[in-house]
């Protein structure tokens, strides 16, 4: 697998990504970009918009303030994977 | 014969009620369906925010966070959640009743209430307690903003040093036939069981501090969120099982009067019977 998994919770709704080659979420300093072995971070998020793209499609979500987890860095035993935590999300079609 | 038709007129009342309880009792069991679907789908959030926290929290120092801050309880903030309806048995008579003791425990002058729901929003403001919030009419639309705006205004009662400590008193759900009163610390949050001491090498976004800062609300209102649903699985299934009593109930009942109205029918028939033997014998005479 080329890509990481990313996990969109809301207390609401989740949803779950395998294979994601880029995830465009918007920081309170500015939109940033999360790629495969991105350092382990942990973001304050604001409203925006987050853009998916995994190896067969792309998918936009229009969120809520938030929080994203990253734990993608190899040089970590940790599982690798992405949360986001957020109070609302809608897919934007 | 006006017995007869009281009988009947009994009858089919009972027969209508009946009716009505055991469509009650679909529609609480359905209800019930619904809030533990709900429940399900909120329990990732919860889970991975308290394990976020969790990590973050021992490297910040506790009196920086107003919402974990331990300070001498003067004043206590009470959230009491009961339904807006009744017909579901004890299940808003046991919540005052532990309600009512913790006040008289905790002195009534030192206790400030939070009441969801009508039942309690009504008790405790006619018997002049300290109500400081009161929310009811939400739980048909209830969504997760309303958990949002319920827990701020606790959540600024405690920043604001108007309370020291938030507990919430409520009905959790166990099984469809039992559910279990308990009572609940919510303010100031206390994870130091939880606390996850591996340490990772993590970047922070503005940083440690801001982030739990703002997790911790999330967490709170996702806990408000998780215990409004299950009151309100409570309560549907505690409605549901009333309503199965009633219904049981109301069969005993039927088949009762079915018995007095066949006696009071053949007491008739013989009467009427012995009437017209008795006329016959008189034309013979």
Redesign the interface.
């Given at each position: 697998m080329n890509g990481y998994t990313l996990?969109i919770?809301?207390?609401?709704?989740?949803y779950k990504f395998s294979d994601v080659v880029h995830t465009l979420c918007p920081?309170?300093?500015g939109y940033f970009g999360i790629l495969k072995n991105h350092?382990?971070?942990?973001?304050?998020l604001k409203e925006g918009v987050i853009s998916v793209k995994t190896a067969k499609e792309k998918i936009d979500f229009s969120c809520s303030?938030g929080?994203v987890?990253i734990n993608s860095?190899p040089a970590?035993d940790?599982e690798d994977r992405v949360?986001v935590?957020l109070?609302?999300i809608q897919e934007v079609k | 014969m006006a017995n007869l038709k009281n009988l009947s007129e009994r009858i089919k009342s009972v027969t209508s009620i009946q009716q009505v309880t055991k469509a009650m009792k679909m529609v609480a069991a359905a209800k019930v369906k619904k809030a533990q679907e709900k429940m399900e789908i909120s329990r990732p959030y919860s889970h991975n925010t308290q394990e976020l926290i969790c990590r973050i929290l021992p490297q910040v120092s506790p009196l920086d966070i107003t919402l974990v801050e331990k300070r001498e309880v003067k004043n206590f903030g009470l959230i009491v959640i009961t339904s807006d309806r009744g017909f579901a048995g004890s299940f808003n008579s046991s919540v005052i009743r532990l309600a009512e003791k913790e006040i008289s425990r905790l002195g009534k002058d030192n206790v400030k209430l939070f009441c969801l729901g009508k039942k309690s929003s009504e008790y405790f403001s006619k018997r002049k307690y300290n109500v400081k919030e009161k929310y009811f009419d939400f739980w048909r639309d209830m969504s997760f903003q309303t958990a949002s705006e319920i827990s701020q205004s606790f959540i600024n009662a405690f920043e604001a040093q108007e309370v020291d400590e938030v507990h919430v008193i409520y009905n959790r759900f166990k099984t469809l036939s039992s559910q279990e009163l308990v009572i609940e610390k919510v303010l100031p949050v206390d994870f130091t069981s939880n606390y996850n001491v591996k340490n990772y090498n993590y970047d922070y976004e503005p940083g440690q501090k801001q982030i739990v800062s703002k997790l911790i609300p999330k967490h709170i209102k996702v806990q408000m969120w998780q215990q409004l649903l299950e009151s309100y699985s409570s309560e549907e299934a505690a409605r549901m099982i009333a309503m199965d009593n009633a219904t049981e109930n109301a069969k005993e009942i039927i088949k009762d009067l079915k018995l007095e109205f066949n006696k009071a029918r053949q007491a008739a028939i013989t009467t009427e019977m012995l009437e017209i033997v008795g006329g016959a014998e008189a034309l013979v005479d």
């Open positions: 996990e919770i809301t207390p609401l709704k989740s920081g309170e300093s350092t382990n971070s942990i973001i304050n303030s929080i987890d860095d970590d940790i949360v935590l109070e609302d | -």
